[in-house]
């Protein structure tokens, strides 16, 4: 996809990187808002020093502690482990989708229940890179996908531990997590052990100053740019999705509301759905719809039943910093809008 100027959230992120790691970094926003994006993007801009481990998450069914050493590590035999270390050191390599490790070694982690030993391994794996000069980066990409794993205890509580330690503790390494899970970030950002150990950078869609400039580059006219951000806001996905429809000719007023018609369709079918299932909980959500009639954010105090139900259908995004909730994307507060004539809570 496409990679937007994000120059000061590079920089922003940059600057982080080049101080002592000290705070896990939490990096949120709403869905597709091009989270990962930046964070490969920042990746590709630093010195050769710098050795980044970019563990994704996503698109992974990690429901056990098994599978997370799968994700987490990448076996080797002795000799290949030793040219990528070697690799590692010289700096010709410093970009990895897991943490190298002896085939043997890991293999001797299925035996036991726990999980300090690999993340001993890894602490040690990132000291010795430390202590021969590089900074060691390590990133875990949607990393709510483990949140309900449990090994003795919650394993993302271990895995919190571990991370405090490589960076508050021992400063080796620089920790960032990834995540469009808006509970998530919600629940995180009011854990007692990360107080005073974490900060959270929000990564939003652009302004409307920001897509002009993108789509004024890419030849739009001023009445095809109002229509884009009518439609679609900020959002990175879209913006892209208008560009590669402009470049092959096809009407953009067209595509924005082909894209409007099946979000709303979406959202009204879950809707219907929630009033079969649980006609109370529907009269709370559609109440709570209600608010977004004259306004795009709403401030909150809690998360209600109702307000749950929505950011886990993906309909609304909660901003705990900012302690504020807002569609998803401009898709959603149309269909919010027009669905809302259709129900009178």
Known sequence: MEFFNREKEIQDLLNMIRQEPNLI?????????????????????????????????????????????????????EETFRKKVYNILRGVENFHKAIPILKHIWKEFFKIEEVSDAFKHVENFLQELYNKGLKPIIIFDELQVIKDIRINNFLIYRLFNFFVRLSKVLHICHVFAITSDSTFIERIYNEAMLQGRSRYYLVDDFDKETVEKILKEKGFSDEEIDIVWRYFGGKPIYLVEAIQAKRVGKDVKELCEEFYRLRRRQVLDLLYKLEEENKNLFDRVTKFLKGFETRDKIKYKRISKELSWLINNNILFLDPANEIIKPQSHLELLAIRNILKEFKP
Request: glycine share 6%; net charge positive.
């Open 25 to 77: 970094t939490f990096i949120y926003g709403p869905i597709n808002s091009g989270k990962t994006s930046l964070m490969l993007e920042v990746i590709k801009r630093l010195p050769r020093e710098y050795v980044a481990f970019y563990i994704d998450l996503r698109g992974y069914a990690v429901t056990r502690r098994e599978e997370f050493l799968k994700v987490l590590f990448e076996t080797y035999d």
